[in-house]
């Protein structure tokens, strides 16, 4: 037995740290705000053959009902920090991607506008290899520190392994910092920018719901004739279909809500209704967007 570092919450309850609001607690939990301290609590963890998650803001992630056996990590602090660095924006991986979208701006640096309506942070951006508006993560950046068990070392994007909202990085790899390389721009311009990619946004999708964004993947089958998930999930009749407080949003059936009282096995139930929907229709099979977090059966 190693040493438990100081503050490691035992059994903690994950929902409030995703916005869809549902899922279990985890056997262990701690909050890393500084490399020392992630490094410390890897080590941990290795040590005593735990299982490791990472929470960013929770946005593309359901939680087990039956929640995580192992230690959860959230990144705030030294390791949520935005700064500039001439051309570049230097991010903590706690930190979020709409701040550092509009911090960018008001430098006067362009390049990270897809980022203002992209609701997680930076870890779990790369993680994810999210996008909005053809604007591509990898195109701005430069390298990323991935902290494991062994220590960190930094990875450039060809590393990354990155493919549609996929990554490499295994479960024990955490981004603890990453560098954007940025071109210089007008703020005035760079701001204007993001306040058009909100207000398109905000026509396009549910607002102040709990949700997960998009829950699965555009498929990549002929059978789909360029439709996107949510389009082939309306046409299918999953628009507004509800299992238990689980809800497929009205304005976006690629969306599910949380209408209240949601478990994750409410939502996995759903998405399989919507999966068998749309193979029984168009024969394509959709993959999940959203990440799970500990064991679910079946979903
Ligand atoms: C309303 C809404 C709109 C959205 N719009 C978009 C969109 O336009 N484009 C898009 O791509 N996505 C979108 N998403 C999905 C989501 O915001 C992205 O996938 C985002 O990158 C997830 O980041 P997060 O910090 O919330 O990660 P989480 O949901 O907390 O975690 C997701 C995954 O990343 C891992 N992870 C998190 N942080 C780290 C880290 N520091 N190191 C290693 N792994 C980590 C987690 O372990 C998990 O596997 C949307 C979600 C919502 C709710």
């Known amino acids: 037995m190693t040493d438990q570092p100081r503050g490691v919450d035992a059994d903690y309850s994950l929902a409030r740290l995703t916005t869809v609001r ?68 230097m991010c903590g991986g706690g930190a979020r991607l709409p701040k550092a979208a509009a911090r960018a701006a008001a430098f006067g640096l362009s390049g990270l506008e897809f980022g203002v309506n992209i ?101 990549d089958d002929a059978r789909a004739k360029g439709r996107t998930a949510g389009q082939l999930l309306e046409a299918a009749g999953c628009r507004g279909l509800t299992v238990g407080g689980a809800r497929f949003s009205e304005k976006h059936a690629n969306f599910v809500e949380n209408t209240g009282s949601a478990s994750t096995a409410d939502v996995l139930r759903l998405m399989e209704e919507g999966r068998r929907r749309v193979r029984e229709r168009f024969g394509v099979e959709l993959e999940a967007e959203v990440q799970v977090l500990g064991e679910v059966g079946g979903g």
Request: no cysteine; proline share 4%.
């Open 119 to 219: 609701p997680g942070t930076v870890g779990g951006a790369v993680k994810m290899n999210a996008n909005a508006y053809g604007g591509e993560l990898s195109r701005v950046l430069e390298w990323v520190e991935v902290a494991g068990p062994d220590g960190a070392s930094r990875r450039r994007p060809d590393q990354l392994g990155f493919a549609y909202r996929r990554s490499n990085l295994g479960s024990r790899e955490v981004v603890s910092r990453v560098s954007f390389a940025l071109a210089p721009a007008d703020p005035a311009g760079v701001k204007a920018t993001l306040a058009q990619m909100r207000t398109r946004r905000r026509a396009a999708q549910p607002s102040g719901i709990k949700t997960f964004g998009s829950t699965f993947k555009n498929p």
């Open 22 to 89: 549902t899922g279990g607690a985890a056997d262990f939990f701690a909050r890393a705000d500084s490399a020392e301290r992630l490094a410390e609590l890897l080590r941990w963890a290795d040590a005593e053959q735990l299982e490791v998650g990472v929470v960013g803001s929770g946005s593309n992630l359901l939680v087990a009902d039956g929640g995580f056996r192992g230690l959860v990590l959230k990144l705030e602090d030294k390791l949520a920090t935005i700064e500039r660095d001439g051309d570049r924006l």
